[in-house]
T-cell receptor, first 116, second 115 residues
Framework: ETGVTQTPRHLVMGMTNKKSLKCEQH?????MYWYKQSAKKPLELMFV???????ENNSVPSRFSPECPNSSHLFLHLHTLQPEDSALYLC???????????????FGPGTRLLVL | AQKITQTQPGMFVQEKEAVTLDCTYD???????LFWYKQPSSGEMIFLIY??????QNATEGRYSLNFQKARKSANLVISASQLGDSAMYFC????????????FGKGTRLHILP
């Protein structure tokens, strides 16, 4: 138990559906991240929020829309996804950048997404 | 060029033997941090160990140690006395510079511990 929870753990959706992934951290961190892990690919950083402001958006398609209402919660809203978006989506949190380069990111268990 | 290279896509090791998982990195930044994560089949990423570029000694955490060879830009993970529960994917990762939130991950090594 890392202190980062994600729901749902598994999700199957059609290409026309709208769904949301939820992440919650109980570690008092103020930076949160979304990663995508596809088969046989390195982990891809999608979004970074620091102090509830988005500081990184790695050219992610607009069909992925993040939301960070407070420092403990992070959402990833999904709409009109493609089959190639099927992957494991991991949320992570860390202390903010002033903690230095050694600040470890703690990951949630992930959501396995299948787009049909 | 890849920032983090893990050359072993898969490894098979007998239980109770020591294991070394290779990781090389590429950076021109003098200040960086290196991480190892374990990912079991359940999917979650578990932090194992951290090494800072200015740390004089190799990091150790229980059965995990990091063989840090700065001149060779190498940060191999050593697992002593391997256990069946060590079977998982292992990722090497790096964060460059002060104040950068990004951690760059390697492609991972799948470790199989044999009984």
């Amino acid at each position: 138990e890392t202190g980062v929870t994600q729901t749902p753990r598994h999700l199957v959706m059609g290409m026309t559906n709208k769904k949301s992934l939820k992440c919650e951290q109980h570690l008092g961190h103020n930076a949160m991240y979304w990663y995508k892990q596809s088969a046989k690919k390195p982990l891809e950083l999608m979004f970074v929020y620091s102090l509830e402001e988005r500081v990184e958006n790695n050219s992610v398609p607009s069909r992925f829309s993040p939301e960070c209402p407070n420092s403990s919660h992070l959402f990833l809203h999904l709409h009109t996804l493609q089959p190639e978006d099927s992957a494991l989506y991991l949320c992570a949190s860390s202390q903010d950048r002033e903690g230095g380069i050694g600040e470890t990111q703690y990951f949630g268990p992930g959501t396995r997404l299948l787009v049909l | 060029a890849q920032k983090i290279t893990q050359t072993q896509p898969g490894m098979f090791v007998q239980e109770k033997e020591a294991v070394t998982l290779d990781c090389t990195y590429d950076t021109s930044d003098p200040s960086y941090g290196l991480f190892w994560y374990k990912q079991p089949s359940s999917g979650e990423m578990i932090f194992l160990i951290y090494q800072g570029s200015y740390d004089q000694q190799n990091a150790t955490e229980g059965r995990y140690s990091l063989n840090f060879q700065k001149a060779r830009k190498s940060a191999n993970l050593v697992i002593s006395a391997s256990q069946l529960g060590d079977s998982a994917m292992y990722f090497c990762a790096m964060r460059e510079g002060i104040g950068d939130d990004k951690i760059i991950f390697g492609k991972g090594t799948r470790l199989h511990i044999l009984p």
